[in-house]
């Protein structure tokens, strides 16, 4: 099975841009935010509750935990948030009622919680718009853990922070391109 398409910066712009221009603005640009900034399967994006994210203030959290029930394996992690995603958050609390703190995050068009499967059908939408055919709802994930990677973070954490038991599974998310092996040639 072909994997998930890695983003560049400015394919990230684009697809942000894009979803300014649809019927939920600011719920469907931070649910992309959340997979690029976080690495959030679909799966874990469809069952956050306002209060994973909200304190009782109405604060966005610096990092929450992911239930059992919330990720993949049925294992709990902590899942910790940049200051560019709590600022988003931050923004999207602003049109949130917060006094439900076991309201889905993200609702859907019905007004409940998203399934992993509309979730996932979410982020095809929003991709194939851009035209990004090789994109899903794991693109953001990969994204996440090759800019980490990239950026000289160990694979040992990188897999905790992806909620990854065994660093060989983290390590098939890194992309490789040839931009990064003419630059890792010029380390010499």
């Known amino acids: 099975m072909r994997q998930a398409q890695t983003l560049n910066e400015a394919q990230l712009r684009r697809v942000l841009h894009y979803c300014r221009s649809r019927r939920h603005p ?9 997979s690029f900034y976080a690495g959030l399967r679909a799966k874990e994006l ?24 919330q990720s993949k394996g049925g294992k709990t992690r902590t899942v910790y948030l940049n200051q560019r995603l709590r600022r988003a958050l931050a923004e999207y609390a602003a049109g949130l009622n917060l006094n439900d703190p ?10 409940g919680h998203f399934s992993a499967n509309t979730m996932c059908q979410l982020f095809l939408d ?9 994109a899903s709802s794991h693109s953001g994930r990969r994204t996440y853990i090759t800019r980490l990677a990239n950026k000289g973070v160990g694979v040992r954490l990188l897999a905790e922070l992806a909620g990854h038991s065994h660093i060989s599974t983290t ?18």
């Open 171 to 188: 390590q098939r998310y890194i992309d490789v391109n040839a931009e990064q092996l003419s630059a890792a040639v010029e380390l010499l």
């Open 46 to 69: 469809a069952a956050l509750k306002r209060s994973d994210v909200f304190d009782e203030a109405g604060a966005v959290r610096e990092q929450f935990i992911l239930s059992a029930a």
């Open 26 to 34: 600011t719920r469907d640009e931070t649910i992309i935010l959340f």
């Open 102 to 111: 076991n309201q889905a995050l993200f609702e859907s068009q019905k007004g």
């Open 126 to 134: 929003i991709y194939k718009a851009c035209g990004l055919k090789d």
